[in-house]
């Protein structure tokens, strides 16, 4: 087959023809395909970091849930030979004073799923605030795990300083 002579112009015609055709298969079959790979794999490296820091954050979740259960059943060890009743009657008198304690009263206790409940109920009258507040510290820094799981204060109608509480507290143990 034989090709006509062309002149420059059309030579040169022809001749950006093809290279831009050339780029145009070069951009679209390597160039536009390796960034759109790039910006996918960009993408996963960011979504599987986010995992990551997701995936640290649920094991310091667990570790300071594990601590916290650790001390829940160090606790509930020591609750073999500890006395609520005795205890809360001490706590009463070393904080509220006898002469404020009306009256305690144990409650029934239960057993379930191998730990055991036992509860007394206590009421004391003409308290300061800040002696309340010590009498109820003293269950959160008891040995055992002590917990007040009914509160009623109401103020006096005598002197409005004073408070009047009746409170349960509870103890937790492990079933004998």
């Known amino acids: 087959m034989n090709l006509p002579q062309l002149n420059p ?54 570790l300071l849930l594990q601590r916290q259960l650790n001390e829940a059943e160090n606790r509930l060890d020591k609750a073999t030979g500890f006395s609520l009743f005795s205890f809360v009657e001490a706590s009463a008198t070393r904080e509220a004073g006898r002469e404020n304690l009306v009256y305690m009263r144990p409650q029934t206790g239960s057993s379930q799923e191998g730990f055991r409940e036992e509860s007394v109920e206590i009421k004391l009258e003409k308290l300061r605030l800040d002696q309340l507040v010590r009498f109820l510290y003293s269950f959160e820094s008891a ?27 509870s103890m937790y143990g492990r079933a004998a």
């Open 9 to 62: 112009r059309e030579r040169l015609a022809i001749i950006v023809g093809g290279l831009f055709v050339l780029a145009a298969i070069l951009y679209l079959g390597v160039i536009s395909p390796y960034q759109s790979t790039l910006s996918r794999l960009d993408a996963r490296i960011a979504s599987r970091q986010k995992q990551v820091r997701e995936i640290q954050a649920l094991r310091q979740d667990y």
């Open 143 to 169: 040995e055992a795990a002590l917990q007040v799981k009914n509160l009623r204060i109401r103020t006096r109608f005598d002197d409005r300083s004073l408070l009047d509480a009746v409170m349960t507290v």
